[in-house]
C-alpha cells in the first residue's frame, strides 16, 4: 500500500460506553501509530454514549486535533452503524477498524498495513489464544463452520473487528444501499485479494461486552439471510421430504384401518407427530420472517445513522447517514 502524497490511515473506533476504559486506548494507541511512520487519522464514533466517553473523547480530541477526529451520533445506532459513519468521514487509502476495549491491541494494526502493503486488499484477522468466556469460543466456531456451509464468505474468524480494507473496498460497501450490513462479510465479497493475519487477543481491559449472546446470534441470522437463500431452501427441502413422509403414513393408516378397523392406541403416537409437524411449521415461519423483515426494514429506507456533530470535520461528505 503507498500513501501516494496522500494520508495513509484511517483508523475507525467505534464507541459505546467505554468511559473506564478510553483512557488506556488512548495511552496505547497513539505511541502506536506514530511508531509506524505513516500518516494517519484516528476517527472515534460515539454511538450515543450514556456515559462519560463523549467528554473523554473531546478531552482527546483537544490534546492531539493533529490526528484526531470525533463523528458524535444522536443516538445509538449499532456497532457497524457505527462503523459506517466513520467510513464516511475517513480519508486514509487504507482503513482500518479496531474495538474501542483493547481485546485487540492497537500495536497489532502494524501487521495489517504491512499486509496491504503486500498487495492485498482486505485483511481480515484470527485472534490467537483467545480471552473471551469459554462459552463465546465455542459459539463463535460453531457459527464460523454454519455460515461457510451456507455462504461463499470464508472467514476464519468473524467476530474480531480489528481489520483493514482498502480504499476502493469501503467506498464499495458505502455505495451499498443494504440497512443491514455485516461489513466484514460484504468486504470479503468486495475483495479482489484477501488475506488473514493472526493477531493477539487480550482480555477486556475495563467495562463489559455490548455483545450477549443473544445479540450474537441475531448477528449470525442477519449474516445468514442477508448473503445466501440457502437456508430457505434447505427449509423447501424438508417441508417436501415431510410432505412425502407423511403422506406414506397417512396412506399406511388408511390401509391399516381397512384391514383392522378402528383403533385408539395409536393417538398419541399421531399428536406427537402433530406436534413435530407444528413446530416445524413455525420454524419455517420464522425463517421466512427473517427474510420479510430485511425487505420490510430496507424498504422503509430510513437512515442508518444520524450525525449529531463532528469535531475536527471537513464539509460533511454527501449522502450521510445513507
Not at 23 to 32: I, Q, V
Not at 74 to 95: C, K, S, W
Not at 140 to 169: P, V
Not at 222 to 235: A, K, N, W
Amino acid at each position: 500500500m503507498s500513501e501516494g502524497g496522500g494520508l495513509g490511515v484511517s483508523v475507525v473506533i467505534p464507541v459505546y460506553n467505554e468511559e473506564a476504559v478510553l483512557p488506556a486506548l488512548f495511552a496505547r494507541l497513539y505511541p502506536a501509530m506514530d511508531a509506524l511512520g505513516r500518516s494517519y487519522e484516528v476517527i472515534f464514533v460515539d454511538d450515543g454514549s450514556r456515559d462519560r466517553s463523549a467528554a473523554e473523547l473531546r478531552r482527546q480530541y483537544q490534546a492531539r486535533p493533529d490526528v484526531t477526529r470525533v463523528v458524535y451520533l444522536r443516538a445509538n445506532a449499532g456497532q457497524h452503524a457505527a462503523i459506517m459513519a466513520g467510513f464516511e468521514y475517513a480519508r486514509g487509502r487504507a482503513v482500518v477498524t479496531l474495538d474501542a476495549d483493547l481485546q485487540n491491541p492497537p500495536e497489532e494494526i502494524g501487521k495489517l498495513l504491512a499486509a496491504m502493503d503486500e498487495g492485498h486488499d482486505y485483511v481480515g484477522t484470527i485472534r490467537r489464544q483467545r480471552q473471551d468466556a469459554k462459552w463465546r469460543d465455542v459459539a463463535s466456531k460453531a457459527m464460523n463452520r454454519l455460515r461457510e456451509r451456507i455462504t461463499s464468505i470464508h472467514m476464519t474468524d468473524q467476530g474480531c473487528m480489528l481489520r483493514a480494507y482498502d480504499r476502493e473496498i469501503v467506498q464499495a460497501i458505502l455505495d451499498s444501499r443494504e440497512v443491514n450490513t455485516f461489513i466484514p462479510a460484504l468486504a470479503y465479497l468486495y475483495s479482489g485479494k484477501p488475506t488473514e493475519v493472526v493477531v493477539a487477543h487480550e482480555e477486556r481491559a475495563a467495562g463489559e461486552s455490548k455483545y450477549p449472546l443473544y445479540k450474537l446470534i441475531h448477528l449470525n441470522f442477519d449474516l445468514m439471510t442477508g448473503f445466501s437463500i440457502v437456508p430457505l431452501q434447505v427449509f423447501s427441502m424438508v417441508g417436501v421430504g415431510i410432505s412425502v413422509a407423511s403422506f406414506l403414513f397417512v396412506s399406511y393408516l388408511a390401509l391399516r384401518r381397512l384391514i383392522i378397523g378402528p383403533e385408539v392406541e395409536g393417538v398419541f403416537t399421531l399428536f406427537g407427530i402433530l406436534f413435530f409437524l407444528v413446530g416445524v411449521l413455525l420454524f419455517g415461519i420464522g425463517l421466512l420472517g427473517e427474510y420479510v423483515g430485511r425487505i420490510y426494514v430496507q424498504a422503509r429506507g430510513r437512515p442508518r445513522f444520524l450525525v449529531r456533530s463532528v469535531l475536527g470535520a471537513e464539509p460533511a461528505p454527501p449522502g450521510e447517514g445513507g
